[in-house]
């Protein structure tokens, strides 16, 4: 159905994409492996008209085809979902589905048969979504669903999925790949783009493996020989495991963190966080886990000030939190990566130097009398870099950095800064291997300076590797708490829709 | 197709050329103008010069001019650094100019320094005041400080036309022979005329050396402080800044101060060296405010080049009201200013950006109609030296 020969693409300084040999049958879900920096993103944002290729030929049903511009890939029927999702958050599901498209100005009729239908759609593929919601009220696996019944709404024959787990948990995954499959039993192609090995057994047919920009091999999922671990190393060549951490024995250890009965509301009054209560102890790692949406982030905004509590108390180390200040809860001790990195946890227009000292700067001996005293920020800025191995010069934006380096940049400042607790949202969504093992370190490495941590994670294999406790949220509330050694990422999933353990 | 693309890095060498560059393109384009309008291009632009630049008398007059534009570019500056966008430097340089001048009256007989230092004083807290509105509004309520800033302007303007020609006001002059015929403003004491010392014959201002002593500081201010680190990052992101503790509103306020205080001196500066009484006809004519903004996007927000800016835009000004006579019409003064401005601006523009054409069919063009299209890498493979350069939103894509 779809052929690619020898695609070719550079960018100056990197070879992308070299001769790399791609075949997608009809019907197909076909992953596409690869690390990142492997090329992956390269290759399907120039099967989606996005780049031209500088060499190589792409076949659509036996025809050679150029496709110079997206309209061009829509017209054959192929759509990217890319990890940035492409929605207008002030327009509602439908309005974001018709945009660009004959129909955008509706009738109350048309809109209401527009509605039915992509309830029914949305509802044959298990990918269900309010068709009135607006953008910016859904989680990000409600906004993956807006994407995919975009593009079937636009006849998509091809869907290319770039990393479309990221933002998932294991229910919406499972939700994601009943009706990938679906699409695929009817016909529809899959591309599906991914550096976990897990979810290409689970949902593809094929694998092509990418590596440094090449096509290293293609081979059938169901195979005899085939397994997680044959995959791994022909994706990275050698063999990665990540840091997995024993439980440490429940019952010791003072309250690093401690939460009571905290409430608090979203942007339009309504409560997403409901009644609290847990409390993270020194040296232990706190798993906060449930499905996207059910007020993780907003708690973590309360705990960190960001958000007004409207009733209930937060205290590190015993001291209470002024609630709606950050400054306090920073001199507190709370160190806090926030989900949104680039944007909250960094500025990406300041230099990785000044990020550094996003919180400190005023602080001695950065600055004396309201004067910055750069020869001590450069000197903390070539020593971070280096201890945390950050790939980049102290004066390059953050926002030109890769995920996984403006990671380091974000923990390096917050693990600098002697904190009493370290709460991290979602720290390594995006990341590829050898940055989420990075990560994973310094998160272990931090509950032996006796800093209890709070992992707000959507990942059940993370949270189940790393954590002491596990909390599970939903719709606000706080609906158990499980030593790890008893839970299971079947419990916890059925705990994260609702249902008692 | 024509493509433009933002660019990562700009050479010394652009930014120099570009300016002088666009300088050309406007006079190129000026003569043009001239002579369809029958006016030879040669001598306007020798007695524009002259009466700029290379007479003492007029170089002096630039300056004058000059310092106000400055000082309002400053003050455009500090705040539009952070995002908020105080278009009231007119209505506060208004004010400062009112407080001036009221000062220096009301302290007559005073020694000149202590009445100049005085009116400085006075000018930018009354600026303060006048800016402390839309900053206070802008902080507590998240009011659109454009509109109120811009708002304040008109009644500034019209509380200062109030002041001389619809009342018997302090600040009138009702006994000088000139005051009886036509309502103007009570000339200050002579020994708080703000001196401008010469070298040759040109007169250097203290107003100027005065700006110029601003804008370093400005300059420093916004590099080297931790007040100029809270503005980047409140600039760069306000809820990475309330997630570093910042204390966002109340940042606001001092940005919005310290920018008020800036467009007052603008006012003493105006009344202490070119009206020497308080005239709001005078200088609501050059609109040394809105010249200000100008500056300051001709000098990018950068200190020190908008102090480039306030000079050209002061030696057009200056140049401009010379010209003006029987066979050379007001309009056409007005045309040479904002070609000028227009080129100057335009060039500006492409020190940033660099276009491209490119053949159709060649890909890799996002269609701004595309909302797929953007094609802004994800940030997990985005690697350093990948991109040539930050494809934005506001790629510009024509039919070709």
């Known amino acids: ?501 | 197709m024509i493509r433009l693309e933002r660019r990562l890095t700009t050479s010394l060498w652009l930014r120099l050329v570009i300016p002088i560059g666009s300088l050309l393109v406007a006079f190129l384009i000026i003569t043009i103008v001239l002579m369809l309008s029958h006016v030879s291009p040669w001598s306007t632009y020798s007695s524009m010069v002259s009466a700029s630049i290379t007479s003492a008398a007029g170089l002096s007059e630039t300056f004058v001019i000059a310092t106000p534009i400055i000082l309002t570019g400053l003050c455009a500056t500090m705040a539009f650094r952070m995002g908020i966008y105080n278009i009231g430097g007119e209505g506060q340089l208004y004010m400062g100019a009112m407080a001036a001048s009221g000062v220096a009256l009301e302290l007559k007989g005073s020694p000149g320094f202590v009445i100049i230092i005085a009116m400085t004083v006075a000018a930018a807290l009354a600026g303060c005041v006048w800016s402390l509105i839309p900053g206070v509004l802008r902080a507590l309520f998240s009011t659109n400080e454009i509109l109120v800033s811009l708002m304040l302007n008109y009644v500034a303007g019209y509380f200062i036309s109030y002041l001389i020609f619809d009342s018997r006001s302090y600040w009138r002059d009702l006994t000088s022979a000139a005051g009886q015929i036509y309502p103007i403003g009570k000339a200050i004491p002579a020994n708080s005329w703000w001196p401008a010392p010469q070298i040759g014959n040109t007169g250097i201002p203290l107003g100027l050396m005065l700006a110029l002593v601003l804008t370093i500081a400005s300059a420093i201010l916004l590099r080297r402080t931790t007040l100029g680190l809270k503005i980047r990052i409140t600039a760069g992101s306000v809820t990475a800044a309330r997630y570093a503790g910042l204390k966002v509103r109340r940042l606001i306020i001092v940005v919005m101060l310290i920018s008020g205080a800036l467009a007052g001196i603008a006012g003493a500066a105006q009344v202490g060296s070119a009206s020497h009484a308080l005239d709001p006809a005078g200088v609501e004519q050059v609109q040394y405010g809105y010249a200000g903004i100008v500056a300051a996007a001709l000098g990018a927000f950068d200190p020190v080049l908008v102090f480039a800016g306030g000079l050209l835009l002061g030696a057009i000004t200056s140049a401009g009201s010379t010209l003006v006579g029987p066979s050379f019409p007001v309009g056409l003064v007005g045309t040479i200013e904002w070609i000028v401005l227009f080129s100057v601006i335009s060039g500006a523009f492409l020190v940033n950006y660099r276009v491209r054409w490119r053949r159709r069919g060649r890909g890799e063009e996002a269609l701004l109609a595309d909302p797929d299209a953007t094609s802004v890498p994800p940030e997990s493979e985005q690697v350093l030296g990948e991109q040539p350069y930050l494809s934005t939103s506001a790629q510009v894509t024509r039919g070709g």
């Open chain 1, 1 to 501: 159905m779809l052929r690619a020969v020898g695609i070719t693409k550079s960018f100056p300084g990197v070879l992308a994409n070299d001769r790399v040999d791609f075949e997608l049958r009809r019907g197909e879900v076909h992953a596409l492996l690869g690390e990142n920096g492997s090329g992956k993103t390269t290759f399907s944002k120039t099967l989606a008209g996005l780049y031209a290729p500088d060499a190589g030929t792409i076949y659509i049903d036996g025809l050679a085809t150029t496709l110079p511009s997206p309209r061009h890939a829509y017209a054959a029927g192929i759509f990217l979902i890319q990890q940035n999702f492409s929605l207008v958050e002030r327009l509602t599901v439908v309005e974001n589905i018709i945009l660009g498209l004959k129909e955008a100005s509706l009738s109350r009729r048309k809109h209401n048969a527009l509605v039915a239908r992509i309830e029914e759609e949305s509802h044959r593929y298990g990918l269900e979504v309010d068709p009135d919601a607006y953008i910016w009220q859904l989680s990000m696996g409600e906004r993956q669903r807006v994407e995919i019944i975009k593009a079937l709404y636009r006849s998509a024959r091809i869907l290319i999925l770039d990393e479309p787990t990221t933002v998932l948990t294991p229910q919406e995954c499972e939700q994601l790949f009943a009706g990938l499959k679906r699409l695929a039993s009817e016909g529809t192609s899959i591309i599906f783009i991914s550096h976990k090995l897990p979810e290409i057994f689970a949902v593809c047919d094929r694998v092509t493996i990418l590596r440094a920009g090449r096509s290293v091999a293609t081979a059938d999922t169901n195979e005899a020989g085939m397994n997680p671990h044959h995959l791994a190393e022909m994706m990275i060549g050698r063999e990665l495991a990540l840091s997995t951490r024993e439980a440490a024995r429940a019952g010791g250890g003072q309250e690093a963190l401690s939460l009571e009965n905290v409430t608090c509301q979203n942007e339009f009054g309504r409560t997403v966080v409901e009644d609290v209560t847990f409390s993270v102890r020194k040296g232990e790692i706190f798993g906060l886990t449930g499905v996207s949406g059910n007020g993780q982030r907003e708690l973590a905004e309360a705990i960190a000030g960001l958000r007004r509590r409207s009733t209930g108390t937060v205290s590190v180390d015993g001291r209470r939190l002024v609630s709606g200040d950050p400054e306090d809860a920073i001199r507190a001790g709370l160190a806090y990566v926030p989900e949104d990195r680039l944007g909250t946890g960094l500025v990406p227009e300041l230099s990785i130097t000044d990020n550094l000292v996003l919180k400190t700067a005023w602080n001695r001996p950065y600055s004396r009398f309201g004067f910055i005293d750069r020869k001590a920020i450069k000197e903390l800025a070539a020593k971070l870099i280096s201890d945390f191995g950050v790939v980049g010069q102290p004066q390059t934006p953050v926002g030109q950095l890769s995920g996984g380096n403006a990671q380091k940049v974000l923990l390096a400042r917050e693990l600098t800064s002697h904190p009493k607790v370290l709460m991290a949202g979602t720290p390594t969504r995006g990341l590829d291997v050898a940055a989420t093992e990075g990560v994973r370190r310094l998160l272990i490495a931090a509950t032996e300076s006796d800093i209890g941590v709070l992992l707000i994670s959507e990942d059940l294999d993370e949270v189940l590797e790393l954590c002491d406790r596990i909390g599970v949220m939903y719709k606000g509330r706080v609906v158990g708490v499980v030593e790890r050694d008893r839970a299971t990422a079947n419990s916890l999933g059925l705990m994260m829709t609702g249902m008692s353990a």
